[in-house]
């Protein structure tokens, strides 16, 4: 079982910035996926951005130049630092493991472990 938990969310002004923090309890996988993913109220959830196990990444199309995801493995920690934001981009973010996954993917369905979320709003 991996446990997930976000911090890092609150309120901005559009073209802030905000920076996303996923802290997951340690786990061994030879291969695996780490995701965010944002849901909006009245909305599906969609994959924002994931990276491998070698550190490649996946982008959905809208946060492509303004969201970086990255990860600090020796203290097994994912984030998601987010520029240029806007009122779009309100929603509750999650972060989420793959624990058998080659290419990063943002598919939702095919993540096992989820953390609970962090809401992130941001105002025009």
């Known amino acids: 079982q991996v446990q997930l938990v976000e911090s890092g969310g609150g309120s901005v002004q559009t073209g802030g910035s905000l920076r996303l923090s996923c802290a997951a309890s340690?786990?061994?996988?030879?291969?695996?996926?780490m995701g965010w993913f944002r849901q909006a109220p009245g909305k599906e959830r969609e994959g924002v951005a994931a990276?491998?196990?070698?550190?490649?990444?996946n982008y959905a199309d809208d946060v492509k130049g303004r969201f970086t995801i990255s990860k600090d493995n020796a203290k097994n920690t994912l984030y998601l630092q987010m520029n240029s934001l806007k009122p779009e981009d309100t929603a509750k973010y999650y972060c989420?493991?793959?624990?058998?996954?080659?290419?990063?993917?943002?598919?939702?369905?095919?993540?096992?472990?989820w953390g609970r979320g962090a809401q992130v709003t941001v105002s025009s």
């Open positions: 989420a493991v793959d624990p058998h996954c080659r290419i990063p993917h943002l598919v939702p369905a095919w993540y096992n472990y």
């Open positions: 990276i491998g196990t070698g550190g490649s990444t």
């Open positions: 340690r786990y061994t996988y030879s291969n695996y996926c």
